[in-house]
């Protein structure tokens, strides 16, 4: 009788199959300049080969460390793929972190070699200066390496698909980033996942664009997966710049934007301002914070894209739930996992019509985890899972509110405060003996505190039992994350250490 033997599944086997089988198709670069470049998946692969091979002249090889700093390039690419192709392990160091932050994870990871580009030599100069034995080379080297027609992995057999390939760093949020290690296993079952119909539902036809880069999160696994299905990959410098990202999205017909909620609300801003439309998106896949009702439906509606929230975070690959909005739905969660990932609530702590109320704990193929607890992870958010397996993700725990005899939802207060005229941003954050601020940032205006609350009270009272915030604080701007979500812990030390909440605070 024959039997299926199992093969092993390593990252690289991805970029080689990209090489054969998508070989034309291309990915499509801007650097901090603006200037564009492009590169087919068969170059690509043997790019990373010569990568490879000048890598184990270095003297790199299994289990070494080699740090990126960097923003989303095809270089960068090729680099990831041929260390992971000889069994050494990237780590994708966020170039936007505080020094204080970058460097002591740059020691920890006792990188034999550092990788950068040009818009990251500063930094590079500055952790190098700590760390005098560490290699030093610019990843436009890829640019000049021999090609090699060789294929990636060449000792495949001796590779372990448990094995290290990559390492990520958590957004910071909730203090200092954490580092989340990723096997070969891991990444190629996650981008298996990513392109399922019900998760990001991508094709071989598809332009995607990822707004976030390769250090948050590997871009949501987007140089994994395109690769995968041959669908053409975009990756674009970091930016605030909504008028920038529809550039973007316009000059490469992108079919597939993944953004963050802060992403959306900014471009529909500039959408309304300018009467301008996207003409190619299809669809988008939003993730972050949880998206309002009403700026998804405005997305489907106005602009005829398909929306998907997704929920997930560097732990989890990222990619661990969807939801799609449907036509003329009125709720949007955070969706049913995908296969390979479960989801339990630890010791409730409320209920919600009659469903606990806990911590959100998940596991998985592509989940890390600190180890024991059944291979569980605590994901410090505040969740509930509803009959039909759909998760809904209140807050984070220690920015819950509670309200009159409910807990309240700190993105949805944030996204409907954003909508009042003159608010730019918003942030709820819990003080001292349960006393919520709802700080805002105004756009050249100030804005009546009796403005924002009755806006509340229109939108959200009767979700909330006619909750309000104790306090408004008006602040110049707020301290943000490398991937534009708000410092929350930072604002609430800020707020805490003035007696007087409502005076204008300034953060430097």
Partial sequence: ???????ALHVHQLLNHAARVHGQQVVVSFD????????????????????????????????????????????????????????AVTHLLNPLFEPSHALPLALQARPRLLLHDDACLPLARVLLAQAPGVLIRSMADAATLPASAAPLGLDDATLDEQAPALVCYSSGTTGLPKAVQYSHRSLVLHAWACAMTDAMGLSGSDRVLPLMQLFHATAWG????????????VLAPPSRDPALWLRCIELERVSVLGAVTAHWAALLAHLEHTGAKPT????????????PPQLAQRIHDTLGIEVRQAWGMTETSPLATMERLEPGGVTLRHGRPVFGLQLEIGSPLAAVDG??????????????????????????????????????VI??????????????????????ARSVPGVADAALVACAANCSVLAW??????????????????????????????????VDRFPYTPSAKVQKQQLRQTLAA??????RLAFA
């Fill in 355 to 392: 469903l606990p109320l806990g911590e959100l704990r998940v596991r998985g193929h592509w989940v890390a985890t600190p180890g024991g607890e059944g291979g569980w992870l605590a994901t410090g958010d505040l969740a509930t899972v509803h009959e039909d397996g759909r998760l809904e």
């Fill in 1 to 7: 009788m024959a039997c299926v033997r199992p093969l």
């Fill in 222 to 233: 987007a140089p994994f997966v395109c690769p995968m299905i041959g669908a053409t990959l």
């Fill in 280 to 291: 190619s998106l299809r669809s988008t896949v939003i993730g972050g914070t949880r998206v």
């Fill in 498 to 503: 003035h007696p007087n909440v409502l005076a």
């Fill in 395 to 416: 807050d984070r725990i220690e920015d819950a509110v509670l309200g009159a005899g409910c807990i309240v939802s700190s993105a949805l207060v944030e996204a409907n």
């Fill in 32 to 87: 901090a300049k603006g200037q564009r470049s492009t590169l087919s998946y068969a170059a690509l692969a043997a790019g990373a080969a010569a990568c490879a091979q000048a890598l184990r002249r270095e003297g790199i090889g299994r289990g070494d460390a080699v740090l990126h700093l960097a923003l989303s390039s095809a270089d960068q690419i090729a680099w990831l793929y041929g260390a992971a192709s000889i069994g």
């Fill in 441 to 474: 940032v105004h756009s050249g205006s100030d804005v009546p505190d009796d403005d924002i609350t009755q806006a509340l009270q229109a939108r959200l009272g009767a979700a909330f039992a006619g909750w309000r915030p104790d306090v408004l604080a008006r």
